[in-house]
């Protein structure tokens, strides 16, 4: 069972959250009865400007609530609010519209995000067309503040995605995002490939422009050194279902769930040594 | 990884001459000889009327099956009409043929390609099972079947051709276009609510191109030689239009004879040109490109 | 088995002109010691291991010397050099699911190395096969013998690979990234096969990670590595108690800290960022 502790927000008050996902469940079929229950009752709120870390390894459904909630996915059952309206499991256009002012994504391959054939400008102009209805100067003019600000010169605008780094097209994800003004912000591992000078480059970025934007984050991770860097609060997820949530200091230090003192333990860190453990039974692919 | 992070930028403002530098390396010298050809072959195409030194569909009964001289480089046919300037006549309807083929195939397939995979469901079920069913007849049956229905002529055959191309273009780059839908960079732009058509036209296009490009290259010689082998049985240009399916064809006559000019020379050049297409689209991208496995 | 690494330098001449990718490596690994080389993207250190087995990609040029026990492996006829990688060093890579050829079951996956290499009779392959599989950990060594890659997750199939590794009794075990692809859980489970193995049977091992805290917790000593080129040497403590070099400490800062307080980060460490 889930093990529920209160939390503070920092700065939560009667605001209505920007994620709200309540029992949300989903089930992949895959044919001949083989039934992959992916989402299994999961629900978790994101305060405006907080960010909750969702981590898990693979197979654990983080990736699928994340795309449930953006509306990349469908899902079977429950609820997502986002700022208080529901939305539907299959959307239209108008609807993703109206959305994706409110969540913005940013995934995880750093040379899946960008169109390789196709200046960096263009991922962001195209976001400020529709949202902001900018085109032309005004568009180029907003598009290198945007630049600026996640920390990426204005002479990277006309670049190819094959001229950057895998860092700095993260960064031009992020001014994508950010070109929507969101107030809540997907990250589906999107720092994992990063090496980790710039890994802790981009989490830096991300920490300063929530306080500066009061942007909020849905972080998705496998890496719990990470969501201590990041998080307020962190849910712990395995097999599609949250096993374990409460703030970062209280899940981290003081892990409950046998499943989340596993994870603890097998994160290298200094002093660690990797031990075998006794159950190797492994569950089949 | 490591060489893209290491090795020296590509610049997209390179010089002209640096960018034609590295397309001649990548041809490597085999393919500077077939383009060349190619080249060579279209002059002749383009310029045929300042080429020829006669008039290809005019011959006179005395001067039949003349061999090689001055006069004609490559000698004369049973009616007499100088060789030489069938073959450079010949080059543009062989190439304007095959070239109509290869766009329409290349809109037509990678059109449908698109909508089908962008649209997925049923509408990428019945586009596909449509092409399922174009794909199990022979192309030169679907010809024949057609310029039955239209009657002879190039551009019967061409349309029949064209057709019958679609599924292979199609079914190569809507597997192609399958793979890059799902890419960040096409869900990004979807889950903002911009709309299908800006989204294939803006950024699937562009990722597909390369792929079309060289499918059409390698599919410009199967259509060169259906085509000849359409105007060899009879159905797609008539006498006394050249063109070098045809002039093998009634070279076959002359072959009985003893004179092998007509058919030697006119399949020469199909054969040269065919290669010389196939080697380049290899060069380019490969025979998976052009989904051809024969 | 030592290994002696003087000078190595690699130059990779593509269309887009000649990058020197290893700027002159030097690095000594004793008999039964394992060093870790540890680098970001692009450092070079899978490129140090491929000079090793003397698999470096088409186009490149490789001055220096490679001495494994006292012989220069650059220089070995093709019939040694054949014998030196099938039975004096095994590798294992990044992604067990292309160590495996996907067709054929993990059995024959073994079974090839043992009967071809070794020159086993098929029974007694099929032996050892069960017993090697027993030492990485396999419980239910008869299913995943008769499993197909696919069936097998990627923590499992490491554990075939490095068993099939274990196989030829090498001397020398060379791994890049072996954890790299594996859930976190799964790491720790294959870091520690891996380690306490090579510790019983006394093999020497170059382990190839980006994780600094990784290496230091299964090798003896450390190299970490940027632009082709080593930085600095230590043990996993000097490394982290006392880092000469700016581009370690900047390493070891960056870091995100799963427990203690939260240091400063590093800024902007002196290269990459901005390229």
């Keep these: ?285 | 990884m490591l060489q893209t992070e290491l090795l020296p930028l590509r610049d997209p403002n390179a010089g002209i001459r640096q960018r034609f530098g590295r397309l001649l390396r990548g041809l490597g010298p085999l393919g500077c000889v077939a383009a060349s050809f190619i080249v060579l072959v279209l002059l002749a195409a383009i310029l045929a009327p300042l080429i020829a030194t006669h008039d290809p569909e005019v011959g006179s009964v005395a001067r039949r099956f003349q061999g090689p001289s001055a006069e004609h480089w490559f000698g004369t046919d049973q009616a007499g009409r100088d060789l030489f300037s069938r073959i450079v006549w010949g080059a543009r309807s062989s190439l304007i043929g095959a070239a109509a083929i290869v766009l329409i195939t290349s809109v037509l397939g990678t059109g449908l390609a698109l909508i089908a995979s962008w649209r997925g469901g049923w509408v990428d079920a019945l586009i596909s099972r449509v092409l399922d069913v174009l794909f199990s007849f022979p192309n030169l049956l679907l010809a024949i079947i057609l310029v039955a229905v239209f009657g002879k002529g190039l551009w019967p055959c061409v349309i029949a051709l064209a057709v019958a191309y679609v599924p292979y273009t199609a079914r190569v780059i809507r597997s192609v276009a399958m793979r890059e839908r799902g890419m960040p960079y096409v869900r990004s732009p979807q889950l903002q609510g911009i709309g299908g058509p800006t989204i294939v036209i803006r950024h699937l296009v562009p990722n597909v191109a390369p792929q079309v490009l060289t499918g059409a290259t390698i599919n410009f010689g199967y259509a060169m030689i259906d085509l000849a082998a359409l105007s060899f049985l009879g159905l797609g240009v008539q006498q006394p239009a050249a063109d070098w399916g045809l002039m093998v064809a009634t070279g076959k006559e002359a072959l009985l004879q003893g004179h092998l000019a007509e058919s030697f020379i006119a399949g020469g050049c199909i054969v040269l040109t065919v290669a010389a297409f196939g080697y380049l689209g290899e060069r380019l991208g490969g025979r998976k490109a052009a989904g051809r496995t024969r | 088995m030592s290994v002696e690494i003087h000078g190595l330098t690699l130059d990779l001449s593509s269309s887009g002109g000649t990058a020197r990718i290893l700027r002159g490596i030097s690095l000594d690994v004793a008999d039964g010691e394992s060093l870790g080389l540890v680098g970001e993207s692009g450092s070079g250190k899978s490129m140090t291991l491929r000079c090793l087995l003397g698999i470096e990609p088409a186009g490149a040029t490789v001055g220096g010397s490679i001495r494994v026990n006292g012989r220069d492996v650059r220089t070995l006829p093709d019939s040694e050099l054949r014998r030196f990688r099938a039975t004096e060093v095994a590798m294992i890579a990044q992604n067990p699911h292309a160590a495996l050829n996907p067709v054929l079951p993990v059995r024959r996956y073994l079974a090839e190395g043992l009967v071809d290499a070794q020159g086993l009779e098929p029974g007694d392959a099929s032996e050892r096969a069960t017993a090697l599989l027993g030492e990485v950990g396999i419980a239910d060594v008869e299913r995943v013998l008769a499993a197909y890659p696919h069936q097998l997750s990627g923590g499992m199939l490491q554990r075939v690979v490095i068993a099939g590794a274990l196989a030829g009794n090498p001397g020398l075990l060379l791994a890049d990234e072996p954890t790299t692809a594996l859930d976190v859980t799964t790491q720790a489970e294959v870091a520690a096969i891996l380690s306490e193995e090579r510790r019983d049977r006394g093999m020497s091992m170059i382990f190839v990670t980006h994780d600094l805290d990784l290496a230091a917790a299964v090798c003896d000593r450390l190299a970490v590595m940027r632009n082709g080129e080593i930085v600095e040497t230590g043990t996993a403590a000097q490394l982290r108690d006392r880092p000469e070099h700016p581009y370690t400490r900047a390493l070891m800062a960056a870091r995100p800290l799963l427990y203690g307080k939260e240091g400063p980060r590093a800024s902007a460490p002196p290269h990459d960022a901005s390229r």
């Design chain 1, 1 to 285: 069972m889930p093990q529920h502790r209160p939390t503070t927000h920092p700065g939560s008050g009667p605001e209505t959250p920007v994620i709200e996902a309540l029992h949300v469940s989903r089930t992949f079929r895959l044919g001949r009865g083989r039934d992959v229950r992916a989402l299994v009752d999961v629900s978790v709120t994101v305060a405006p400007g907080t960010c909750l870390a969702v981590v898990g390894e693979s197979g654990s459904g983080k990736t699928t609530l994340a795309r449930a909630i953006v509306g990349l996915e469908r899902f079977d059952e429950g609820e997502i609010m986002l700022a208080g309206e529901p939305v539907r499991s299959r959307q239209r256009r108008t609807e993703l519209r109206r959305r994706s002012r409110h969540i913005q994504m940013v995934f995880q391959d750093p040379n899946g995000s960008l169109n390789r054939r196709l200046p960096v400008r263009v991922a962001v102009e195209e976001v400020l067309e529709v949202h902001l209805g900018l085109r032309g100067d005004a568009a180029r003019q907003r598009s290198g503040e945007l630049f600026d600000t996640v920390g990426l010169g204005r002479e990277h605008l006309d670049a190819l995605p094959s001229q950057l780094s895998g860092g700095q097209r993260q960064r031009v994800a992020i001014a994508r995002a950010l070109a929507a003004e969101p107030a809540v912000i997907v990250l589906d591992e999107a720092v994992s490939a990063l090496d980790v000078t710039v890994q802790a480059q981009i989490l830096d970025m991300l920490d300063r422009l929530r306080q500066e934007r009061g942007v909020a984050y849905l972080f998705i991770t496998h890496d719990l050194s990470v969501v201590r860097q990041i998080a307020d609060d962190v849910v712990v997820m395995r097999r599609g279902e949250i096993v374990e949530r409460g703030s970062v200091g209280d899940v981290l230090d003081r892990p409950q769930h046998p499943y989340t003192r596993l994870l603890l333990d097998s994160a290298p860190r200094p002093g660690w040594v990797p031990r075998r453990r006794l159950n190797t039974k492994e569950d089949t692919a």
